[in-house]
């Protein structure tokens, strides 16, 4: 059974910087297809970076250049750095995993390709 247990998350003021954690359990991130995404009070779940074992990486235009996705295989734990956040980065954060696979397109995957998440963690950005 694959538990995934993001943090991180918070209250930062425009021009600052978190980083989210996805702590995989039953699923090995060294191997794996994952990725964060988020979902805004009224909008659609958007995916905002994936990377996959080899590791090929993909953003979404309007994180590209602020936020980096990386894993840490001996933690099997999955990361988003995020820096100079703005204020529509505002939303709740979650991580997903999927079967294994590579990705070389420059937008992020759709939530299809991922069967497990975590619960989510908050950011919001706001001064």
């Known amino acids: 059974q694959v538990q995934l247990v993001e943090s991180g998350g918070g209250s930062v003021q425009p021009g600052g910087s978190l980083r989210l954690s996805c702590a995989a359990s039953?699923?090995?991130?060294?191997?794996?297809?994952m990725a964060w995404f988020r979902q805004a009070p009224g909008k659609e779940r958007e995916g905002v970076a994936a990377i996959s074992s080899t590791p090929s990486i993909s953003y979404t235009d309007s994180v590209k250049g602020r936020f980096t996705i990386s894993k840490d295989n001996a933690k099997n734990t999955l990361y988003l750095q995020m820096n100079s956040l703005k204020p529509e980065d505002t939303a709740m954060h979650y991580c997903a995993a999927g079967p294994r696979r590579e990705w070389y397109f420059q937008a992020p995957p759709g939530a299809n390709y991922f069967n497990s998440w975590g619960q989510g963690t908050q950011v919001t950005v706001s001064s």
């Open positions: 039953g699923y090995t991130v060294s191997s794996g297809f």
